[in-house]
């Protein structure tokens, strides 16, 4: 058996430790020793919505102790970061090697964990754009940890970016991350239309914001919309959304992004950019996984900027 965190609605707290059954690989998976967990506030509503067992986590970063049994991948011994639809929040774990990236001396298992939902998903955003020189980019939820990864990524392209923060202090972060300017206040998103038009504008917020963003589209532009952390719902101005045409609403899942993708190769393009200096995972919290509850309940509350990681000692 080896410890796992679990979904346990009958418990005092929902998440939880608990024993499970060893993972067991399929010929294209590896057996991965995990040291580091990354969380997402998805994931974690999800979880903590489930009304049954349920294994959590996407994100995890580890050591192989078994290679897959097909040969390819990583060697056994081999420091990695990987991404699941479900269960990375485990002492060990199958990973197939598709979803395996090896990771460089120089990256600590707490940074290399936060690369693969938030990262991955900043990246292919942005690969929306096209080519990003000299484009103007809007990203809301810019403090979160899609968000600051998208700026960095940005800035490396040379884009001009504008983010958005609900105090002076976090605009500060923004602005380390690569933002040529930040708008301040929850009624900001507004006045973001001095900057543009813009060629590119990720939204994680939906509802109300995700319509005013629309009409600041320039021709040809492409609204990536990530999530809808204000409201699932938005009401559209179609006739201007027609009328002004060319412009673009994309749905992004990064569950079906990961089909067009090489996931191992962009996720050791993230980790070779932190071993060079040129992105940097803001950790906001490193704590024991056994704070399980505690960090997942201060997550949804939004006293993050940036991501919280936990260790398995």
Not at 158 to 166: E, L, N, Q
Not at 219 to 231: E, R
């Given at each position: 058996m080896i410890r796992a965190i679990v979904t346990d609605p009958l418990a005092s707290e929902i998440l939880t430790i608990k024993d499970v059954d060893v993972p067991v690989a399929q010929p294209w998976e590896a057996i991965v020793q995990v040291k580091a967990i990354s969380l997402n506030r998805g994931e974690v509503k999800d979880a903590q919505d489930k009304g049954t067992l349920h294994r959590p986590g996407w994100d995890f970063a580890g050591i192989v102790v078994e290679r897959a049994k097909n040969g390819i991948g990583p060697d056994k011994g081999s420091r990695v970061v990987g991404l699941l639809p479900m269960g990375a929040w485990s002492e060990q774990v199958a990973a197939p090697v598709s979803m395996l990236a090896e990771i460089p001396d120089q990256v600590t298992f707490t940074e290399a964990a936060t690369l693969p939902v938030a990262g991955l998903t900043a990246l292919y955003a942005l690969r929306k754009g096209g080519m990003l020189l000299g484009k103007r980019i809007f990203i809301t939820g810019s403090t979160g940890g899609v968000g600051l990864f998208a700026h960095?990524?940005?800035?490396?392209?040379?884009?001009?970016?504008?983010?958005?923060?609900?105090?002076?202090?976090?605009?500060?972060?923004?602005?380390?991350?690569?933002?040529?300017?930040?708008?301040?206040?929850?009624?900001?998103?507004?006045?973001?239309?001095?900057?543009?038009?813009?060629?590119?504008?990720?939204?994680?917020?939906?509802?109300?914001?995700?319509?005013?963003?629309?009409?600041?589209?320039?021709?040809?532009?492409?609204?990536?919309?990530?999530?809808?952390?204000?409201?699932?719902?938005?009401?559209?101005?179609?006739?201007?959304?027609?009328?002004?045409?060319?412009?673009?609403?994309?749905?992004?899942?990064?569950?079906?992004?990961?089909?067009?993708?090489?996931?191992?190769?962009?996720?050791?393009?993230?980790?070779?950019?932190?071993?060079?200096?040129?992105?940097?995972?803001?950790?906001?919290?490193?704590?024991?996984?056994?704070?399980?509850?505690?960090?997942?309940?201060?997550?949804?509350?939004?006293?993050?900027?940036?991501?919280?990681?936990?260790?398995?000692?």
């Open positions: 960095q990524l940005a800035a490396q392209s040379g884009a001009f970016t504008v983010g958005t923060a609900s105090t002076e202090e976090k605009a500060k972060i923004v602005r380390e991350a690569g933002a040529d300017e930040v708008v301040v206040g929850y009624s900001g998103i507004s006045s973001g239309h001095q900057f543009g038009p813009y060629d590119l504008i990720i939204d994680s917020v939906g509802g109300d914001t995700l319509a005013a963003l629309l009409p600041l589209l320039a021709p040809q532009g492409v609204c990536v919309a990530l999530g809808y952390s204000s409201s699932p719902a938005a009401t559209i101005d179609m006739m201007n959304l027609v009328n002004a045409g060319g412009r673009t609403l994309y749905s992004f899942f990064l569950g079906e992004e990961l089909s067009r993708y090489s996931v191992a190769d962009d996720l050791h393009l993230l980790a070779r950019m932190v071993t060079s200096g040129r992105l940097s995972p803001r950790i906001d919290v490193e704590a024991p996984w056994t704070d399980i509850g505690a960090i997942a309940q201060s997550l949804l509350e939004r006293k993050y900027s940036g991501k919280a990681v936990l260790r398995i000692d």
